[in-house]
């Protein structure tokens, strides 16, 4: 099985430009989730979907949002850029069974705000 | 709120020392709880799950953690360290409600492995 698939995995932006990060899960996952990592914050939850439908939200401002289609790819949005936003974002699949409960992680896109 | 605490932001062994990383977890009931590691330039590998079937969990890697309840801690083990070990590895809870779920991540402890 192909594992998660993030692109791009390198960009580089301008504060005040957005981003469009893109998350293909594995075969068969329905839940994507996606996660902030930064030196200083550390890993953080930004939001999860599942069947199209965004089910649990992180403590983040509007500017961050995403969705997922209806093959379970999901893509997530960065409006207005600031500094702050740089970071690697990494996104990861689940199949929700309820004895399942693992999340499996792509290589993430690192993300730099100039 | 849930929370997941790891000692020690940094941890040294030479190569075949015991491999010790502590994490402590802030829940009145025993979560899911998970063990990653990362490598540089990569996201997060899953070492192993613990989810209260037994105390004692077999990762890969040779990797392996213990459950204590009484201590609220889920401490990952490693018999012989490697030069490969060396990496950076988090403790996670698995928060789980009505809204769905998510990983609260511990702050990481990076693990550096000297011959």
């Known amino acids: 099985k192909a594992g998660v698939t993030q692109t791009p995995r390198y960009l580089i932006k301008t504060r005040g430009q957005q981003v469009t990060l893109s998350c293909s899960p594995i075969s068969g996952h329905r839940s994507v989730s996606w996660y902030q990592q930064t030196p200083g914050q550390g890993l953080q939850f930004l939001f999860e979907?599942?069947?199209?439908?965004?089910?649990n939200k992180g403590n983040f401002p509007g500017r961050f949002s995403g969705r997922q289609f209806s093959n379970s790819r999901s893509e997530m949005n960065v409006s207005t850029l600031e500094l702050g936003d740089s970071a690697l974002y990494l996104c990861?699949?689940?199949?929700?069974?309820?004895?399942?409960?693992?999340?499996?992680f792509g290589a993430g896109s690192r993300l730099t705000v100039l | 709120a849930q929370s997941v605490t790891q000692l020690g932001s940094h941890v040294s062994v030479s190569e075949g020392a015991l491999v010790l990383l502590r994490c402590n977890y802030s829940s009145s009931v025993p979560p899911y709880l998970f063990w990653y590691v990362q490598y540089p330039n990569q996201g997060l590998q899953l070492l192993l799950k613990?989810?209260?079937?037994?105390?004692l969990v077999k990762g890969i890697n040779g990797f392996e953690a213990e459950f204590k309840k009484s201590e609220t801690s889920v401490h990952l083990t490693k018999p012989s360290a490697h030069m490969s070990d060396a990496a950076e590895y988090f403790c996670a809870a698995l928060r789980r409600n009505q809204a769905g779920t998510a990983l609260i991540f511990g702050k990481g402890t990076t693990l550096s492995v000297s011959s």
């Open positions: 613990y989810t209260s079937a037994a105390t």
């Open positions: 990861a699949s689940s199949d929700s069974n309820p004895g399942a409960n693992v999340l499996t």
């Open positions: 979907y599942f069947s199209e439908t965004q089910r």
